[in-house]
């Protein structure tokens, strides 16, 4: 049989469903994994009359494929990324290739450049969105390591990803471990979103009592708008409108109200506190995740814990497509790009990648789990202003706070006042408020600071630093 042109290590969801998209188009491909029998079963069931042979160890992987060799790790981050790594080292030749596409760690994949290049290998960690579906049809890929890694696999995955009106969803995002870092921060992203419609429908299930297939319904609606179209829009309505076979009832009413946090959006948060950017909204979304992980406890607190009783507050109808909700949720999906975006471009500086911010937006439009109609906005914001600092302050996003800022105001006091949570809605209201106010309260801490520690403070209306004796 003739050398292979792509090889793929891990057999899991994304694995299984990559190397056929690979071979799909064109590259014929070799795989392995730990348990050959899944390589197997694979070859046997899906891999069945493609152009895809399998591996029985390392050594046969490679030794199947042409040079220089292009090889896609597809394994969970952290230690197995490392094991494979050094399992297969020993058989690879100086200009061979090998990229990490699973969800690692940024600091872990700049080591990992660093070593693999100093051994004439190249290494690219790349982010890869869309879940098993993208992974077939066509995922986003954030590729990062040295450009001349990249142009090596630039013919395979400009092919493998998604294609918008405008070209693949995928380029090259720069050194190092900044591809890895822009699929963390989409991840965040993501993390937000999540939390953000979720909090929409508690609302209207709560407040208004609303049935799945109401609540549906108005996704659908919000579906059809710029400012809201989006696959998690999309999925929402399949959700809500799924029944549970067993008794007709509305499924995601059966499903446990846990959500687990760990990896990508934890990091998305400790980056952010780490380079001092601004995340609150997507903060929101991760503490959401570790509150509800505290079943029990919450279970014994409802009886012990009065709130106000639930009462009906103004949220819209169906006529005006839930109006103040609406705009609620568009400001802080808004809030969610903008700091993810603002958390990218000080972290690009911070650590030289120097990002592309509309080429990071563009190769969010198709294929990847945030894929939305507002991404189109924010690739022109950005390509309108490079340097832009905050998304928020574009004409057209500005545009849309100043419209939508009193409706997110009415559903946070209502909630408020319903005692029921709503951490990402009240968070981006914060947020916009705290970032529209040009003189916030911080002289105060200031103050306290220089008076328990002689910490020292600056004045509005004189240079340099000062010190007074508070408590004499
Ligand atoms: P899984 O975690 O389901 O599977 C990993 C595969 O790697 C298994 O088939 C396993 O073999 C194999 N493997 C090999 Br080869 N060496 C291994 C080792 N030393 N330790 C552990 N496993 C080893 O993969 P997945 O869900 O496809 O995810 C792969 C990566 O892609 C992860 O980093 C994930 O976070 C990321 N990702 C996943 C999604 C998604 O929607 N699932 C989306 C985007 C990114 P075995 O059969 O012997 O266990």
Redesign the pocket.
């Known amino acids: 049989m003739s050398k292979s042109h792509f090889g793929l290590?891990?057999?899991?969801?994304?694995?299984e469903n990559l190397v056929l998209n690979a071979e799909r188009n064109g590259f014929s491909s070799v795989v392995?994994?730990?348990?050959y029998s899944?390589t197997e079963d694979f070859l046997n069931g899906r891999g069945q009359g493609r152009n895809i042979q399998g591996a029985k160890d390392l050594q046969d992987f490679v030794e199947k494929l042409e040079r220089p060799r292009r090889i896609l790790m597809?394994?969970?981050?952290g230690p197995?990324v490392d094991?494979?790594m050094n399992e297969i080292s020993p058989f690879l030749d100086e200009g061979d290739l090998l990229i990490d596409?699973?969800?690692?760690d940024y600091h872990d994949t700049e080591r990992r450049v660093k070593e693999l290049e100093s051994k004439s290998f190249g290494f690219i960690g790349m982010g890869?969105?869309g879940?098993?579906k993208g992974a077939l049809e066509g995922p986003s890929m954030m590729p990062g390591g040295t450009k001349a890694s990249y142009d090596a696999i630039e013919n395979l995955v400009t092919k493998m990803a998604a294609q918008v009106e405008d070209g693949p969803c995928v380029t090259y995002i720069g050194p190092g471990g900044s591809g890895h870092l822009v699929k963390t921060v989409h991840n965040g992203i993501e993390y937000g979103i999540e939390q953000i419609l979720a909090e929409a429908y508690d609302l209207m299930k709560r407040v208004k009592g609303m049935t799945g297939e109401q609540m549906a319904d108005v996704f659908l609606q919000w579906n059809s708008t710029e400012e809201l179209s989006s696959y998690l829009v999309e999925i929402t309505e399949v959700c809500l409108r799924t029944k549970d076979p067993a008794d007709g009832g509305d499924l995601v009413e059966k499903i446990v109200d846990q959500a687990g946090q760990k990896?990508t959006g934890l990091w998305t948060v400790v980056t952010a506190l780490q380079m001092g950017a601004s995340v609150p909204t997507i903060y929101a979304a991760l503490n959401g995740r570790v509150m509800s992980s505290m079943k029990s406890q919450r279970e014994t607190a409802e009886s012990i814990l009065k709130g106000p009783a639930i009462k009906d507050f103004d949220l819209g109808s169906s006529a005006d497509a839930m109006a103040p909700l609406m705009d609620a949720t568009v400001l802080s999906c808004i809030a969610s790009y903008a700091q993810g975006m603002e958390l990218l471009r000080i972290s690009s500086k911070d650590l030289d990648y120097e990002l592309h911010m509309p080429s990071i937006a563009q190769i969010w439009k198709g294929g990847c789990i945030i894929r939305a109609r507002l991404l189109k906005r924010i690739q022109d914001a950005y390509n309108a202003d490079p340097q832009l600092e905050n998304l928020m302050i574009d004409p057209w996003f500005a545009e849309q706070i100043n419209k939508r800022l009193p409706g997110l105001a009415k559903v946070v006091a209502g909630a408020a006042e319903a005692g029921v949570p709503v951490p990402c809605f009240s968070s981006t209201l914060d947020y916009i408020n705290s970032y529209r106010t040009g003189r916030l309260p911080q002289n105060l801490v200031q103050a306290m600071r220089d008076c328990f520690g002689s910490h020292t403070y600056q004045r509005v209306d004189q240079e340099g630093n000062f010190h007074t004796e508070w408590l004499d």
């Open positions: 290590i891990g057999l899991g969801v994304m694995g392995y994994n730990r348990t899944k597809m394994v969970k981050a197995a094991a494979v596409g699973g969800n690692s890869v969105s879940g098993a990896g």
